[in-house]
Nanobody, 124 residues
Framework: QVQLVESGGGLAQAGGSLRLSCVAS????????MAWFRQVPGKERESVAA????????HYADSVEGRFTISRDNAKNTVYLQMNSLKPEDTAVYYC?????????????????WGKGTLVNVSS
């Protein structure tokens, strides 16, 4: 059974940092794109960052560009999201996702597996 398990969420102050991790099990995603999304109650899930199979290509939402960094360790089947200079508007549930069909994508509809999410709460 394929699972994506996120960790690292929690409470942070504005201007602070958090590092999210997502460990995949049940199969390898070394040839597949992986991504982070986030969702606030009452709003649609939105893309935050995505990374290609090799880590050579990364994509970021305009709202996090320059503050967040996505990376991956294929040997550990893990993807990370380093979040710096956090803002209250970054508060959301963050989801890890993986695509079976694409090696480089950040589109929500291209994702085939999802984690259950981890809550990030940024106080002002």
């Amino acid at each position: 059974q394929v699972q994506l398990v996120e960790s690292g969420g929690g409470l942070a102050q504005a201007g602070g940092s958090l590092r999210l991790s997502c460990v995949a099990s049940g199969r390898t995603f070394r040839n597949n794109a992986m991504a982070w999304f986030r969702q606030v109650p009452g709003k649609e899930r939105e893309s935050v960052a995505a990374i290609s199979w090799s880590g050579g290509n990364t994509h970021y939402a305009d709202s996090v560009e320059g503050r967040f960094t996505i990376s991956r360790d294929n040997a550990k089947n893990t993807v990370y999201l380093q979040m710096n200079s956090l803002k209250p508007e970054d508060t959301a549930v963050y989801y890890c996702a993986a695509s079976l069909r694409y090696s480089d994508t950040g589109t929500l509809s291209d994702m085939d597996y999802w984690g259950k999410g981890t809550l990030v709460n940024v106080s002002s």
